[in-house]
Nanobody, 117 residues
Framework: QVQLVESGGGLVQPGGSLRLSCATS????????VGWHRQAPGKQRELVAT???????NYADSVKGRFTISRDNDKSTVYLQMDNLKPDDTALYYC???????????WGQGTQVTVSV
């Protein structure tokens, strides 16, 4: 059974930092592409950051220079370090993993990030 369990969300003031984690099981993690997406109230889900199995990264323009995606293949876990957070970063953040060629896609349940004074 495939499981993706996110953690690390919470309430933070503007300019603060959070680190999200997504622990996976039931997949051969090192061969999967990984990513983080987010969905704010009333908006469509959007890509935040991705990392290939070869560790190539891609970021949304809105988070470049502030967010960093990383992975630990030994722990089957993907991380999102978020620095200099802004109120516009408030959203439900989802972890996603894609098998090679995108044959299988799995999503986590989401973790809430709220940036507010």
């Amino acid at each position: 059974q495939v499981q993706l369990v996110e953690s690390g969300g919470g309430l933070v003031q503007p300019g603060g930092s959070l680190r999200l984690s997504c622990a996976t099981s039931g997949i051969n993690f090192r061969f999967f592409a990984v990513g983080w997406h987010r969905q704010a109230p009333g908006k469509q889900r959007e890509l935040v950051a991705t990392m290939s199995s070869g560790s190539s990264t891609n970021y949304a323009d809105s988070v470049k220079g502030r967010f960093t995606i990383s992975r630990d293949n030994d722990k089957s876990t993907v991380y999102l370090q978020m620095d200099n957070l802004k109120p516009d970063d408030t959203a439900l953040y989802y972890c996603r993993v894609d098998s090679p060629q995108g044959v299988r896609i799995y999503w986590g349940q989401g973790t809430q990030v709220t940036v507010s004074v």
